[in-house]
C-alpha cells in the first residue's frame, strides 16, 4: 500500500514510515506542494495511493464526490506536535487498518480516538 503525505504533515514523518517498511511519499516529491485539494485528491485516486492529512477537506471531497477513492486518514488533536510523535501515531496503527484502508475508507486518527468509516461515505460505520 502506498501513503501519500499531505502537504501539512512533515516530509520527515515520510522518513520514519519508509524505517517501520511503509511505502509513503510526500506532495513534494511529486510537484504536488501548491497543487490545490483536488488536484491532490484525483492524483491519489489515480495512483492508489492513501491520502494522509490534517485537512479536512479531503473528507468533504470524499462527501461531495461520494466517492470510494482514495482512502484517506485524517489526523486530528497533534497540529501542534512534532513530526516524531505523528510518525509514531501512524506506525502504532497503520498496520491493523490497512484491510479497511485497501478497501475504501476514511480514517479520524489522534492520540485518543481511532474511528474508520467505510467509503463512499454513509456506508456502513466501525
Do not use: C
Not at 511529486?30 to 491519489?44: K, R, V
Not at 471531497?61 to 477513492?69: D, F, G, I, P
Not at 484491510?99 to 475508507?105: F, I, K, R, T
Amino acid at each position: 500500500m502506498n501513503y501519500l503525505l499531505d502537504a501539512n504533515p512533515s516530509p520527515q514523518v515520510v522518513d520514519a514510515l519508509g524505517a517501520a517498511g511503509y511505502s509513503a511519499s510526500h506532495v513534494g516529491d511529486h510537484g504536488l506542494l501548491t497543487a490545490s485539494d483536488d488536484e491532490i485528491f484525483d492524483w491519489a485516486a489515480e495512483s492508489g495511493a492513501v491520502v494522509i492529512t490534517a485537512d479536512s477537506d479531503f473528507a468533504m471531497l470524499l462527501a461531495t464526490r461520494r466517492a470510494s477513492t482514495p482512502s484517506v486518514m485524517l489526523l486530528r488533536d497533534v497540529a501542534d506536535q512534532p513530526p516524531a510523535v505523528h510518525a509514531k501515531l501512524l506506525v502504532a496503527n497503520l498496520g491493523a487498518i490497512e484491510p479497511e484502508l485497501a478497501s475504501g475508507a476514511i480514517v479520524s486518527l489522534s492520540p485518543a480516538r481511532l474511528r474508520i468509516r467505510a467509503l463512499p461515505i454513509g456506508e456502513t460505520e466501525t
